[in-house]
DNA sequence: TTATACCCTGAAAACGGTTTCAAAAAAACG
DNA sequence: CGTTTTTTTGAAACCGTTTTCAGGGTATAA
């Protein structure tokens, strides 16, 4: 599966030039005259070389190497962009290596200083909590795009989807289906999409003139377990409400679950939607409207704008959109 | 965030000795003096040195990077396995790098050739569909560990819980509750994993004087989809049945929304087990009685042995195993 | 006291590339 | 055809470690 290692020194005895001139062909650095660039190419071919990496890297090159930085592994939504940063990486010359922030600034400076240690050559940070600043800084280091989040001084280095108007657009299909008092489970109130999905609802129901009830609006964090809880302190408020609209599918099966032990049906007495659009959500019963966050083509553009970068400077973020996906959790009203 | 490279050569100056000592007292490969070796450290600490990793690998050294092949990222169980890998690997020295092998052999075959390129020092391989021979072969070459895979010749080099033993313990549980006529969905044939469980559920069911009907036995492919369909054709071919066990969750669900469309309860009507116990199959409507396989804790266990291997040349595999988690998706029968 | 080990230590040689520098060759010019 | 300019090329330095090798100390034995 592996040979002895040639080197560099070896394709240039076969192809009777200097090591220097190998290294040229390779790196396309300096013209080399068309006889000994074939001749080199074809020893290389012939020994079947491959770079030593190390070699390279110390040599003041590339690593070859792009670090990213998820938060949290094991979450839908951050598994299916690391999926997308891999399988776009996988027909580049880079490869990825990958940390786990947990959400928690410090963690996260941690392993970025652990991933800058070993000289990659470019960061992708999926989400997490650093802050804007320390990106800002850190750009000015390395190539750098930041996925599942936005910032104000850097958004042409971001991926990311507008979740004001996805929330908007979601609470809006709610309203138009007849309901009026709409609940909201928000995620945890410091991730930036949390907060943004809770504005789209706000503006969503101010736009429809009805008025904003805080009692309807419960804190939550993202789980299934705080999709229970909220409809169950929801219920205890004793506010009526004939739509949920959770700020992720994980705690839309929460709420779905409370409900079910209560014995109310969805989406005959109530009306759920969520956001993201997990691969289970199809399967869940009944099948979930959501907001589809495609997270895969995420994962996949920041790979490709940054491979972008590093190789010719240039790069391009194709626009990606959020799009709700109309199952069967949510009843048409009266 | 980073500083200039301070390098060995610095160190050495600080504290009034030569390169090659300082080499040494990093890596402890020689006795030195007491005194000369709190200086380094003394200097080290003071300069913060951080070693070059390139240089390192160079010299013959290590690289201090393990390769990870995994299959099918954004499958719940692959991930958990990558996400405790990546936590245990955290606090050692060495960092990940993933690359997705697809469950496609040549493409294993070629991944693993890129991370050789590379020099990992090790290579865990979660899952997959690599020959044994080829494992073998790789593993005299490299360390290695083989996660959610049962081979022969390395059985003490993999990690895996006994998928024969669960599922017996899973179609248990439901004779138990009085089930007879026992349905199974089953994984991918090629999969040792699904067919592991089938042969598990079989012996369950000879062992309790049941006749195994074909009719009953389906096979799936590991996906919701999947689930669904073959509840279909369960209740197309018309023999009556009054349990399923899944080969996964997902199939689980996928079969519950195919039983839910036909209007038929689960449990009263229908008991339904699964296998994985993924985050969401808690949050189902009923919570999925399910075999928990603990991912995390194997990534965790394959990198914690891997490190072993590479640090000392020893290292322990503790036993990990399933069990049933009792939820509410399976019902007594009379 | 001198010879014999043994333990530490520094100098120097790898490791396999990239890059600088100056010389050689080729091309352009007068 | 000689001179100048430009293009190609090879030699050598360098990147930051590890490791080999041999020399210098010190302690032990004779």
Redesign the pocket.
């Known amino acids: 599966m592996e040979f002895k ?8 005895e076969t192809a ?9 062909v ?2 396309n ?5 068309e ?3 074939k001749a080199v190419l074809a020893a290389m071919d012939k020994l079947n ?4 990496i ?8 590339q690593s070859m190497t792009i670090g990213i930085v998820t938060q949290n592994i094991g979450s839908p939504f951050y598994d299916s962009v690391a999926q997308g940063i891999i399988s776009a990486l996988r027909d580049s010359v880079y490869a990825p290596v990958f940390v786990d922030g947990e959400w928690k600034s410090e963690v996260e400076e941690e392993v970025i200083g652990t991933l800058l240690g070993r000289h990659v050559d470019g960061l992708i940070v999926v989400g997490g909590s650093l802050s804007e600043e320390k990106l800002v800084q850190l750009s000015k280091q390395k190539p750098i795009i930041v996925v599942a989040r936005q910032l104000e001084e850097l958004s042409d280095q971001c991926v990311f989807i507008d979740n004001f108007e996805a929330a908007y657009q979601a609470t809006r299909f709610l309203i138009d289906a007849g309901h009026e008092n709409i609940a909201h489970l928000t995620g945890i109130r410091r991730h930036q999409d949390a907060t943004r999905r809770f504005k789209g609802y706000c503006q969503a129901l101010t736009d429809a003139n009805i008025e904003l009830n805080p009692d309807l609006v419960i804190e939550g964090n993202f789980s299934g377990q705080s999709g229970v809880m909220g409809v169950e302190s929801l219920l205890m408020r004793g506010h009526s409400f004939t739509a949920i609209f959770t700020a992720n599918d994980e705690m839309a099966y929460g709420a779905r679950l409370a409900l079910y032990r209560k014995g109310i049906r969805v989406p005959e007495d109530i009306s759920i939607i969520g956001f993201d659009d997990q691969p289970n959500s199809a399967f869940i019963t009944p099948p979930l409207t959501t907001v589809r966050q495609p997270a895969l083509e995420m994962g996949q553009a920041a790979a490709k704008a940054l491979v972008g970068m590093l190789a010719e400077g240039e790069y391009e973020i194709s626009p990606l959109k959020a799009d709700l996906v109309i199952r069967e959790s949510v009843s048409r009203r009266r």
Chains 1, 2 share one sequence.
């Open positions: 290692n040639v080197t560099i020194q070896d394709i240039a009777n030039v200097s090591k220097s001139t190998v290294s040229r390779i790196n650095s300096t013209p080399v005259a006889k000994k660039r070389f491959q770079p030593n190390f070699a390279r890297g110390l040599a003041g090159g």
